[in-house]
Structures are given as C-alpha cells and as structure tokens.
C-alpha cells in the first residue's frame, strides 16, 4: 500500500477532543502511516508528546513556542522546552517563526521568541519545523545569520512564489505543501512555484483541522474539519501541479520526511 507522512497535523486541539482515536485510524486506512504532531506552545507540545506515546511509532511530536504565542517566551519556558526535547518521540524544534500577518505577539516578541528557539536547536541539533507568514524578508535574514551552525529546516505550510521557493533553496531548506494547493482561487501563486521545488526538498502536510481542501469530493467527516486522512488527495494535487507521476511524488516525500525526522 502507498504510505504516506504527514509532517504537520495540530492533532491535539479541541476539534479532535471527540474522536481522536477515529481520526487516527481513517489516517492509517488511507496509507497515513506516521503523524508529526505538531507543538505550538508549552501545553500543546506536551499534549503532543503524550499522544507519541499512546501512539508509538504512529504519532511523533514537536516542540516549540508558535509566532502568535511569542509573548509567552520566559527563562523558565525555555528550560521547559529544552527538557521536553530530549523525549525520543519528540522529533523537531517547532512550530517557530515569525508571524505579520495577525501580529498576536508583538514583532520584537516574534522576533526574540524565533532567535531563542533556533540557539536551542542548534544546541541540540534538531531540525526545525517553521512557519512564516507575511515576514519572509525578516525570517529570511534572522536564518542567514546562523544557518551555517543550524541542522535541516522545513518551511511548513508554504504558500508563496517562486522567489520564496529559490529563497529557501539557496539556504538548503525543505518546503512543506498543504492542502493550500487545492485551492482554485488563493492557491494559484502556489501552484505555479511548486514546479520550482527540487524534489529532494519536498514535503507534504494536511495542517489539520485547518485548511481542509477545498475541492475535496468526499464530505468531511466533521464540517470543514481537515483530517490527516486526506493527505492522499493533497499530493495528487502537488504531483498534478508539478507536473510529476504521483507515486514520484509520494515516494520523495516520503523518503524526505523520514531522512528529515530521522524515523526509522
Ligand atoms: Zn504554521
């Protein structure tokens, strides 16, 4: 059967309260074999990591302080998070980045929180999970500095151009593509930069319970809820868009999500 990572998946938030363990298994009955689920705060990285233990070898986590929740960054936080990352499931330092678009923590706090997240992952030689939205010249310039003493990155849920793409290419990055894609309208930058992503750089990722695709044929389960169980429809969109075999793609992504995460 075609088996399938999905590298980001907010799996322990209040949408998922219900039927987690439903979700889970139409994950795995659509060839959703592993699950990075992912950390975005001090609460929800632990949730994470206690779900990669109920689900051994099925569900792996991330730890790290999301841009909207920059404001919490504090010594202690720091020392929280450093703990949490020697756990063996815990397999990247993220979600961190920056954020201008909805500005929920201040710039400088974005800023502060995204520098301390990276010394921490390059203390401890993790890779990192990232986000970015509306900051790519800052996000750009703050990895520049030390991407040399810095292990591999992720762009995750990337919705940019295709100077975004050569950005990130130059600084030896993987990209992460969502459902995003599937979108006819809002998607359409996407869809022609994803034919400049090497394909040793690619990765795929449902970001649910957000961005369900939106030419999804099937009824989602719960209304407008995404699940990791569509991430099959998500690459045919990505092989579609970069005008490649979709087992090509699956089996690039699939290789590169493992190599990145170091799963066995
Ligand atoms: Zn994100």
């Known amino acids: ?17 219900k039927d987690l363990p439903e979700v889970i298994e139409r994950a795995q009955q659509s060839g959703v074999e592993k699950l990075i689920v992912t950390g975005t705060d001090s609460y929800h990285s632990e949730q994470a990591i206690t779900l990669s233990e109920q689900y051994q070898s099925v569900c792996y986590a991330t730890v790290g302080l999301h841009p909207h929740h920059a404001s919490d960054l504090s010594q202690d936080l720091v ?8 756990h063996r499931n815990v397999v990247a330092v993220g979600e961190c980045g920056l954020d201008f678009n909805r500005n929920f ?5 974005q800023i502060r929180a995204f520098e301390a997240q990276l010394e921490i992952a ?11 939205r509306d900051a790519h010249d800052d996000f750009i310039s ?30 030896d990055m993987y990209i992460g593509v969502t459902g995003w894609i599937c979108d ?8 022609q930069a994803v034919k400049h992503i090497p394909m040793d750089r690619i990765m795929i990722e449902s970001d649910a319970p957000y961005l369900l695709p939106r030419d999804l044929q099937e009824k989602p389960v719960a209304k407008n809820r995404n ?24 089996t690039a992504a699939y290789n590169n999500s493992c190599e990145f995460f170091n799963l066995g």
């Open 1 to 17: 059967m075609t088996q399938y990572i999905d590298i980001g998946v907010n799996l322990t938030g209040s949408s998922f309260k």
């Open 79 to 86: 020392s929280e998070m450093r703990e949490m990352l020697w």
């Open 105 to 109: 923590s201040t710039r400088q706090e």
């Open 122 to 132: 390059i203390e401890l030689q993790k890779p990192v999970f990232l986000h970015q």
């Open 142 to 171: 703050i990895i520049k500095s030390c991407r040399s003493d810095l292990g591999q990155l992720v762009a995750h849920c990337f919705t940019g151009s295709i100077e975004e793409v050569n950005d990130f290419v130059t600084l």
């Open 184 to 191: 006819e309208r809002r998607g359409m930058s996407l869809q």
């Open 227 to 250: 699940e990791p169980c569509y991430l099959p429809h998500i690459a045919s969109a990505v092989a579609r868009h970069m005008g490649i075999e979709e087992k090509q793609l699956i």
